[in-house]
């Protein structure tokens, strides 16, 4: 059993930045890939980046190219989201996500889910 607890979201203007961290628990993340989804109301839940066990790609929903970046820290069993130059849009509720092995990019491919960590961006 693996959990994944999100934290760093908060309220931003439009142009700031903020870092989110995903940390597990109950079992290493070294064997998933993990990625970030958020899901705005009313919307479905989109893909905003993943990462490979080892680091060795990664992969940005084109929304987010150029201003987010995803990282992880295997030996401290985190994940984080860099997010830069935000905009009222990536207003939403961030999810950490896990999947065995692969990469995960769509919601039906991942094992496990954080809470999820509010990020408000006003104009």
């Known amino acids: 059993q693996v959990q994944l607890v999100e934290s760093g979201g908060g309220l931003v203007q439009a142009g700031g930045s903020l870092r989110l961290s995903c940390a597990g628990s109950g079992g290493t993340l070294s064997t998933y890939g993990m990625g970030w989804f958020r899901q705005a109301p009313g919307k479905e839940r989109d893909f905003v980046a993943s990462?490979?066990?080892?680091?060795?790609?990664?992969r940005y929903a084109d929304s987010v190219k150029g201003r987010f970046a995803i990282s992880r820290d295997n030996a401290e069993n985190t994940v984080y989201l860099q997010m830069n130059n935000l905009t009222p849009e990536d207003t939403a509720l961030y999810y950490c996500?896990?999947?065995?092995?692969?990469?995960?990019?769509?919601?039906?491919?991942?094992?496990?889910w954080g809470q999820g960590t509010q990020v408000t961006v006003s104009s």
């Open positions: 996500a896990a999947r065995s092995f692969w990469m995960p990019i769509y919601p039906s491919g991942v094992n496990y």
């Open positions: 990462i490979t066990w080892n680091s060795d790609a990664t």
